[in-house]
Nanobody
């Protein structure tokens, strides 16, 4: 069984930084795209950033220049370094990955989510 476990959320003041981690475990053959999404109260879930196995990245306009996504393929882990945080970054951040348990059989997996609160 495959699991994604996030860590690193919390409360931070505006202008501060946090680093989120998401580790995949279980019967993993290969991991394709890994991504971070967020959902604020009363809003739809949005894609924050994504990264391919070859480290090509995508960022939402709202986080460009402030957030950095990276991954360690040997550890099946994706990171999100968040700098210059703003109150509007407050949300539940969830990790997502396309994971294959055997060749060619990719499926969608989500982490449980971690709360990020930016407030003074």
């Amino acid at each position: 069984q495959v699991q994604l476990v996030e860590s690193g959320g919390g409360l931070v003041q505006p202008g501060g930084s946090l680093r989120l981690s998401c580790a995949a475990s279980g019967n993993i053959f290969s991991i394709n795209v890994m991504a971070w999404y967020r959902q604020a109260p009363g809003k739809q879930r949005e894609l924050v950033a994504s990264i391919t196995r070859g480290s090509s990245t995508f960022y939402a306009d709202s986080v460009k220049g402030r957030f950095t996504i990276s991954r360690d393929n040997a550890k099946n882990t994706v990171y999100l370094q968040m700098n210059s945080l703003k109150p509007e970054d407050t949300a539940v951040y969830s990790c997502h990955a396309w994971i294959a348990v055997r060749i060619g059989a990719y499926a969608s997996y989500w982490g449980q989510g971690t709360q990020v609160t930016v407030s003074s």
